[in-house]
């Protein structure tokens, strides 16, 4: 499966700033293109749960949630015992590999529907439910007596950050608005793929400028960027497969288990885990993961799904 044409735009930044060209977008309009994607994406997500919500979506959602607490639990180990890390940074790394990135969730959306590949309209849900199981898991493997944790402040960024705060309530509101979000769809349905293609073209940028960072961490963190998305994204199969999720289906939670949260995670952490080294955890999600999964993992994962479920 050849690389999108939305993708690309994440190459056309990289090269941008690979080459110091003057494309830097303003900080606020980058953030803008980041709460469109969100609601855009809840929105969609609660229109179709309020179709096709019933009991199987109970069990599914129970899977989802088990399938986001365990990818650190494999993460941590490989951190710690081998990577040679503390065990605060382990922990918050790990935190950032069992949550999602809604970026690259909106990438594999893209692909999937310009290659007419169908899949549960109601998936922005398990998005959601995803944001959340790993962070949790993070702070009990980071816990130890000399880690305190202010609870309030953590509680408020775990479940009112800005990922999780607009794509759970955009989804509450599609799915409770029902037929009224229409009215909301010529922009938030019709411009999705152009305000996709600038946020990536941003993202090419920012993930490329912090490519000097590698140099100071070593091999280590840019191989695990690598191997921990094919490993997130085999898991994530064999838990499609466990709720019989179609192809479309098990190529968007093989995609949710091999991305890495550079949002969600980073805010929460910074807060829970003061001590830790959030440019560590950044510079592996965003630089490393982000473009593997966009380039090449997205690609790759379709590829082999759609030949083994054919």
Sequence with gaps: MQLDVVAAFFLLGALAQLFKAPIKMPKGLYQSLTIFLLIAIGLKGGIALGQYGNLELLWQSFVIILF?????????????????????????????????????????????????ISYEPYFPLFVALLEIPAIAVGLLLASNKNQSLDLKKT????????????????????????????????????????????????????????I?????????????????????????????????????????????????????????????????????????SLTVTFPFNVLVGIPLYSTLIISFMA
Aim: charged share 10%; net charge neutral.
């Design 68 to 116: 986001g607490a365990t990818l650190p639990l494999f993460a941590f180990p490989v951190l710690l015992k081998f990577g040679g890390l503390n065990r605060t940074d382990s922990a918050s790394i790990a935190a950032h590999y069992g949550s999602v990135s809604i970026a690259t969730f909106a990438v594999a959306l893209a692909v999937l529907e310009a290659n007419e």
């Design 155 to 210: 509680l408020h960024e775990i479940f009112l950050n800005q990922g999780v705060l607009l794509l759970t309530g955009s989804l509450i509101l599609g799915w409770w608005a029902g037929d009224q979000t229409q009215k909301l769809m010529p922009f938030f349905g019709n411009l999705f793929y152009g305000v996709l293609a600038l946020f990536l073209l941003e993202m090419g940028r920012i993930a490329t400028s912090r």
């Design 212 to 284: 000097n960072l590698l140099k100071e961490y070593g091999s280590f963190i840019a191989s695990f960027g690598v191997v921990m998305p094919l490993f997130g994204a085999l898991l994530g199969t064999l838990a499609a497969q466990l709720i019989d999720l179609t192809v479309g289906g098990t190529i968007l939670l093989a995609t949710l288990g091999a991305s890495a949260s550079y949002i969600a995670v980073p805010a929460a952490m910074s807060v829970a885990l003061p001590k830790a080294n959030h440019s560590l955890s950044i510079t592996s």
